[in-house]
Every structure is written in structure tokens, then in C-alpha cells.
């Protein structure tokens, strides 16, 4: 099993995940294969929607005697002729829906193994949401057992153990802690269907936050049995990397059109809604008059084209950095949907995804409504500003919103604060709250747009927060260039706007007082010939910072890696490296994660960091690629991308 992180945005990955039968990328989605019933084989689906991995269920297969017998003598692969990774099912979900069924849960293991499966599930015990706590908890420990079991009989296949315990997050945490301690490769989330089927998507976000928390974040998460577009955006962004779709032959049976806003009845339909092949070709009377057998089969495709597109736009907005978009245009478009979206406003959650969420991305951050000022980005910006943003006076000029970058918008007005050589700060009001002018050009500060008016809730929000910040300083609103009689004069000199501003990014991005070990000498900056904006930062002669044009963000050198590292103690802003992988890194390779031995936890994901060996000794400067926790769990992909290396 190999499992490596290549993109991310959110909580959300783009992984490579490797079987015996090939390479699939995710999020992915698997379309359920009922091996009595291929109304579309698993090679045409390859063929008409890029479909490269399937599930079939390995009891209906076990429980006719010519399926199996054929499966064992030839193989999984042949029988569904599919030459791709096949995941199986084991027949939990019929033992749930027919009631109990005679499975002996290490048999149905050990045929998965036998016919060939590339991913076999164990054979849990599926939790439903009206269990009291005491039977999902029985539920749970039961699952549990059978999947310490089944890892004996596992063989070369892949084991996916399911994390069960109903509705209960605790319960969900706990399975999920004990199944990361085995030698499980893949976790499904199961028992959710009939949340799904009742639209409680609440539940379903609570569920998968609490079963993530505990799972180990090296290996792929499965939402078991959730086959609607409608979640694909968010359940991506807690975390889910597979799908699996059932959902898109049900639906087709009932004459059910799947959007992404929801389900359709083919004849509340007036029109076709959509531009998939099938509706392309069809339109909506042809489709009505068609016998229904070819209906049916119509419809299905038109539900699993449906379905693959979203989940390349997902993969599209995870590479654009702009996921959190996806998502809330997507709850906007269903109300049960929007409704769970309030559970990622808490405290905790934010905490929680912030760990995941890029340091900086390559879109600008858009507003949506009033989610977009929960994203764990902006809580993250409010968290640092508190934490490692440092002001200079006790008075603060506040500016209204307007155009950005902010500092040249009020360039007048600056430069006249700054002639008087005023003891005070100057902030702007944003939407995304309180932005110190020479911060303007930082991701996400300058790279937002927002309309002019915003909603209520947002402003209030807002507001609270530009409270929190201003809390015991004094608040002068700029009214005119008189604003500024009532202000004390500085009897120092006033420091350059653009020391300033480097001292405040380097702050916020490397932690608090990152300036003082950077700029303790004289300082040259170097601007951009064309755009006049700061590119490089030199500290006595040496090269120490570069400003990236885009983001506003520092690139580290290895120079102001070194002051960094003299200044700010272990295991501040270090990698650990493994005394292995020690002679590559001096000989500038990057850090692989099997490699890190440990890692400052205050690291997210695009952040510059430090390399150092188990005696701390600096070996290399560059950025992250993963956080603390998935440093330490992954066996495959880059942990830190080097960029310079010390040379002793
Ligand atoms: N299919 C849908 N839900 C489930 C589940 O909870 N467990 C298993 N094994 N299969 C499922
Ligand atoms: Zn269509």
C-alpha cells in the first residue's frame, strides 16, 4: 500500500494511491458493481466516464455458487472483467438490511483475500443513528474485534476496517484511535446511509470530524455508502478521499436524476438541466417515451457522468486552493446541506481544520456568504495577529474598507501620519477584519475580494473580532487631515514604512519577534524595478528574506534561516530529521516524511521551516508540505521541499 499526499487545500488531498492493479488518484469514486447485474460493465464505465476503481460486494459473489466459483478459480479481476484496483464489500450492509445473515466475519475476509480483492473490508457491525449509546458502543467494540481479527487473514490485500458508532463522536473517535493502532490500510466511515438518506448532513459532518480526528492521517478515509455529488465538496474537505456510488443505479431505477444540488423525478423535469452526453443527445420527452429498460440505463449514465464531473472540480479546486469556495456555493444550493455548514463555525472545529489548511494558496479567497469569514484561514489570520502580531502605540488610526492594497489607496493619508511622525498605529476595518496597513499586501489580506456590502451576520462577526484586537488601545476614526491634532508627536525617528512592514509579515509568518532575530543589522531591500514592490532582504550584506510577488509571503533563505534558528529555540519552527536521511539533506534533497523524527506542532502546511538533525543541529532551510502529525505518520511523499541546505 502506498498512500502519498501530491496537492491539498482544506482538509482535502489529492493523493496517489497505489494497489497491485495500479495507481488511482483522489478523491475518487467508486461505482458499486453488482456482479448479477452489470447494467454498465466496469470497462465501459472506464471507457465513458474515467472511472478507475470500482466495489463489488464479495457476499452476493460468496453466495452464488457459480460467482464463486468462477472468482476463485479465475479471480475477481476476470470475473468483473476489470483490470483496474477493486475494492469488495463484505456484507455488512446486507446483514443491516435483510437482517442476520450466516457470514462468519473471518471467512468472508479470507475469500476476499482468495478471489483476489485489491481492497477487502472486514465484516463490521453497522451502527445505526436510533441505537442508544450502550448498542452502539457494543456495535463498536464488536467491529473492533473482528478487525484486529481480520489483519491475521489478510494476506497481500489491502484491509479497510470501518469506523462505526453511530451517531456518537466520542464513540466515533474512540473506533477510530483503536483502528489506526492496527495493521489496517483503509478506513471506511460507515453505518451513514441512512443519514444520507434522510438528508441529515449534521450528523454526517459530525461524524466524519470526530472519526478523522482519531484516524491515523496517513491512510485513505471512505465514505461508505454516500454515492450523492451533494456531500463530495464538503466531505472532501474534511478529509474524505473515496466515494463509493450505488447511488447512481438506485436513483436510475426510480427514474431519479442526480444534480448537485439534489435529486430530480425525470418527470418533474420540463427540460434537462445539464450537458452531459446522454442529455445532450436525449431531450427530456425522448428520454420519458423510451422503453424503460433504456431509460433506466440513460439515466444511470447520466448520474455517473454527473457524479465524476463534480469530483474533478473538486480535484480542480483543491489544485486552484480554492475548495472552501466549492463547498459553500454547494451548501448554498441545499438547505440541510447549509445547515450543517453552522457546525464549522465552533471554536473547536476551526482549531481543528486550521491544522490542515495551506499557509497560502494560489487563488484569492472569494466571498460566498456568510461562511466565508469561518474559513480556517481566516481564523487562522485572527489567531496570528493576537498571537504573534506585535503594535507599536497605544493609539490606533482606524480607515474604513476601500480599495488594496490599503496602503496605497490611503497613500495621502499615510504619508501625512507618518510626516507628523504620529505616535500611532494605522488599521484598516476590512470585511476580513482588522488589517495593520503594513500587512496590505499579505495572503489572504490583499488576495480577497469581498462586495461592498456584506451580510449582517459577517459584519458582526467582523466586528467582534475587530473589537477582540482593539481591546485597551485607543480608537481614532480618520475623519480629515485634523484627525490627527489631537495626536503626540513621536521624539524618536519614525521607522521606514518598509521596515515596518517586513518586521510585521516576518512576525506573522515565523512567530512572534521573528524580526528582531532577522533584522538585528543593517538592512537593504531591494524592490522590483516595475512594480516598486520589496523582492529581496538583505541583513549586513547577507541575503536573509525574499518577498514572493504573489502572496506577499517571505521566501527563506538559508542566511535568515540561520538567524531563525539562533534566535528561536527547539523545537521552534524545526524539523526533526531522522539521522538516515541526514547525508541526503546535506546533499539537498528533501525531507520524506518516513523520515522526520519530530516536528514543532505550530507548523502548517506551506510554512518555511528549519531542518535539523536529533541534536539540533540546522542542516537545511524550506517549506512544509505536511503538518506535525501527518510528518510523523506518513511512510510516503515529501515531508519538507528543501530549498538551500547548510554548508559546513
Ligand atoms: N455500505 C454502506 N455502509 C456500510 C458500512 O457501514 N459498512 C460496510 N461494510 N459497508 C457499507
Ligand atoms: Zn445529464
Known amino acids: 500500500m502506498k498512500f502519498e499526499i501530491k496537492d491539498r487545500d482544506a482538509a482535502g488531498r489529492i493523493c496517489k494511491y497505489t494497489t497491485k492493479h495500479g495507481t488511482v488518484t483522489t478523491p475518487n469514486l467508486m461505482p458499486v458493481i453488482n456482479p448479477n447485474k452489470m447494467i454498465i460493465s466496469p470497462k465501459e464505465m472506464k471507457k465513458l466516464f474515467g472511472t478507475e476503481i470500482v466495489i463489488t460486494n464479495s457476499y452476493i459473489i460468496k453466495k452464488d455458487e457459480k460467482l464463486r466459483e468462477k472468482a476463485l478459480k479465475k479471480g475477481i479481476h476476470s470475473l468483473i472483467d476489470f483490470d483496474g484496483p477493486i475494492m469488495t464489500d463484505s456484507g455488512t450492509f446486507q446483514s443491516y438490511v435483510y437482517g ?30 436510533d441505537q442508544t449509546k450502550k448498542e452502539a458502543e457494543q456495535g463498536m467494540k464488536e467491529t473492533l ?36 493502532k492496527i495493521d489496517a490500510d483503509f478506513y471506511p466511515i460507515g453505518g451513514v446511509v441512512p443519514l444520507m438518506e434522510n438528508q441529515r448532513y449534521s450528523d454526517l459532518v459530525r461524524i466524519i470530524l470526530a472519526s478523522k480526528k482519531g484516524l491515523d492521517p496517513s491512510k485513505p478515509v471512505h465514505l461508505f455508502g454516500a454515492g450523492h ?23 436510475a431505477n426510480d427514474e431519479r436524476l442526480i444534480f448537485y444540488w439534489g435529486t430530480e423525478k425525470l418527470q418533474d423535469l420540463s427540460d434537462l438541466p445539464c450537458s452531459c452526453p446522454v442529455c445532450s443527445k436525449y431531450n427530456e420527452s425522448e428520454l420519458k417515451k423510451m422503453p424503460k429498460k433504456d431509460r433506466v440505463l440513460q439515466i444511470a449514465k447520466h448520474n455517473l457522468f454527473v457524479s465524476f464531473e463534480e469530483i474533478r472540480k473538486i480535484r480542480n479546486a483543491i489544485s ?50 456568510p461562511n466565508s469569514i469561518h474559513r480556517p484561514i481566516v481564523h487562522r489570520c485572527h489567531k496570528r495577529l493576537s498571537d504573534r502580531y506585535q503594535t507599536s502605540f497605544d493609539t490606533t488610526i482606524v480607515f474604513p474598507d476601500g480599495e488594496k492594497p490599503y496602503s496605497t489607496y490611503y497613500y495621502d493619508q499615510i504619508k501625512e501620519i507618518r510626516r507628523k511622525n504620529c505616535e500611532t498605529n494605522i488599521l484598516i476595518d476590512s470585511a476580513l477584519g482588522p488589517v495593520p496597513v503594513e500587512l496590505d499586501e499579505m495572503y489572504p489580506f490583499a488576495q480577497s475580494v469581498f462586495p461592498e456590502i456584506i451580510d449582517k451576520e459577517s459584519e458582526e462577526k467582523i466586528t467582534k473580532i475587530f473589537d477582540n484586537f482593539t481591546k485597551g488601545k485607543k480608537i481614532i476614526c480618520w475623519e480629515s487631515k485634523n484627525t490627527l491634532d489631537t495626536l503626540k508627536q513621536s521624539k524618536k525617528e519614525c521607522l521606514d514604512f518598509d521596515i515596518v512592514r517586513i518586521s510585521a509579515v516576518s512576525d506573522m509568518q515565523f512567530g512572534k519577534n521573528a524580526s528582531k532575530a532577522l533584522f538585528n543589522g543593517e538592512i537593504k531591500i531591494v524592490k522590483s524595478k516595475k512594480t516598486g514592490k520589496i523582492r529581496n532582504i538583505y541583513c549586513d550584506d547577507k541575503h536573509v528574506l525574499s518577498m514572493r510577488a504573489g502572496d506577499g509571503l517571505f521566501t527563506l533563505k538559508i542566511e535568515g534561516g540561520k538567524l531563525l534558528y539562533k534566535y528561536f529555540k527547539t523545537p521552534k519552527m524545526r524539523v526533526m530529521a531522522e539521522e538516515d536521511a541526514v547525508p541526503f539533506i546535506k ?59 547548510f554548508k559546513d
Request: charged share 30%; aromatic share 10%.
Open 145 to 180: 474485534s473482528r478487525a484486529k481479527q481480520s489483519t491475521k487473514s489478510k494476506g497481500e490485500m489491502n484491509l479497510a476496517c470501518t469506523v462505526q458508532g453511530s451517531i456518537y463522536p466520542d464513540l466515533r473517535e474512540k473506533c477510530a484511535k483503536s483502528l489506526s
Open 229 to 251: 455529488p451533494l456531500i463530495f465538496p464538503l466531505a472532501v474537505a474534511l478529509g474524505c478521499d473515496f466515494f463509493d456510488s450505488s447511488a447512481y443505479i438506485k436513483y
Open 320 to 369: 486552484n486552493g480554492n475548495l472552501w469556495e466549492l463547498v459553500e456555493r454547494r451548501a448554498n444550493s441545499n438547505p440541510y446541506l447549509l445547515e450543517a455548514m453552522n457546525l464549522l463555525r465552533s471554536k473547536d472545529v476551526k482549531d481543528f481544520l486550521e491544522q490542515f489548511e495551506p499557509v497560502s494558496k494560489n487563488k484569492a479567497l472569494f466571498y460566498t456568504g
Open 100 to 129: 442476520d445473515i450466516k457470514l462468519d466475519p473471518i471467512e468472508i475476509v479470507e475469500f476476499q483475500r482468495d478471489v483476489g480483492s485489491d481492497i477487502g473490508t472486514i465484516l463490521d457491525v453497522f451502527g445505526t443513528p
Open 587 to 645: 546533499d539537498g534533497k528533501s525531507v520524506f516524511a518516513k523520515f522526520v523524527k519530530d516536528c514543532d506542532p505550530d507548523l502548517r502546511p506551506m510554512d518555511e521551516c528549519l531542518v535539523v538533525d536529533k541534536k539540533d543541529n540546522l542542516l537545511a532551510i524550506g517549506r512544509c508540505i505536511m503538518n506535525r502529525k501527518e510528518m510523523l505518520s506518513f511512510e510516503y511523499g515529501m515531508a519538507v521541499k528543501t530549498r538551500e541546505h
